[in-house]
T-cell receptor, first 110, second 112 residues
């Protein structure tokens, strides 16, 4: 079930703007994952973080694993229309029990 | 490496019927997890199979069941379908060691 608090719930931005979203938990995670889902498709893994304090980039996407291990951030720079979708954070607990945030719905206006 | 595949992609059933969905994980992955996704409830965890054994289970009624075969392929079955079972059903595969999961495209089930 969803035990990760993800915000904001939705964002409406202009093409070219930067985007920032975050995910927090009351529990510690050893791995943080960020996914993007487009309509009618399954979520696609964007970035995986394995170490507290880690900062990882994938093109225009940058994600950070919080020092407390209870939060993570995803930033998208210079947004483009194809960035539209729902972004989910996720973290596995013991025995592969994956927890998900509720998602951030991103709309990019050309 | 081929990704996760799910069949069928779309399905329409009537109330009271049963349905079986199939998932083939990435080669070498031994864990398959199933999720139900609806607009109002987001991603809800159904169950996870690892090496043919159910290892984790979410809060769904017994009408939802699954199994995993020796080649790691998994099936999910829903009996006595209800209107509320209409959803996108996603499966995800992983090594099962608490690392990243890779999702299939999903099966869109519509119950009328």
């Amino acid at each position: 079930g969803q035990q990760l608090n993800q915000s904001p719930q939705s964002m409406f931005i202009q093409e070219g703007e930067d985007v920032s979203m975050n995910c927090t938990s009351s529990s510690i995670f050893n791995t943080w994952l960020w996914y993007k889902q487009e309509p009618g498709e399954g979520p696609v893994l964007l970035i995986a973080l394995y170490k507290a304090g880690e900062l990882t980039s994938n093109g225009r996407l940058t994600a950070q694993f919080g020092i407390t291990r209870k939060d993570s951030f995803l930033n998208i720079s210079a947004s483009i229309p194809s960035d539209v979708g729902i972004y989910f954070c996720a973290g596995p607990r013991r025995n592969n029990d994956m927890r998900f945030g509720a998602g951030t719905r991103l709309t990019v206006k050309p | 490496k081929a990704g996760v595949t799910q069949t069928p992609r779309y399905l329409i059933k009537t109330r009271g019927q049963q349905v079986t969905l199939s998932c083939s994980p990435i080669s070498g992955h031994r864990s398959v997890s199933w999720y139900q996704q609806t607009p109002g409830q987001g991603l809800q965890f159904l169950f996870e199979y690892f090496s043919e054994t159910q290892r984790n289970k979410g809060n769904f009624p017994g009408r939802f069941s699954g199994r995993q075969f020796s080649n790691s392929r998994s099936e999910m079955n829903v009996s006595t379908l209800e209107l509320g079972d209409s959803a996108l059903y996603l499966c995800a595969s992983s090594t099962g060691q608490g690392d990243e999961q890779y999702f299939g495209p999903g099966t869109r089930l519509t119950v009328t």
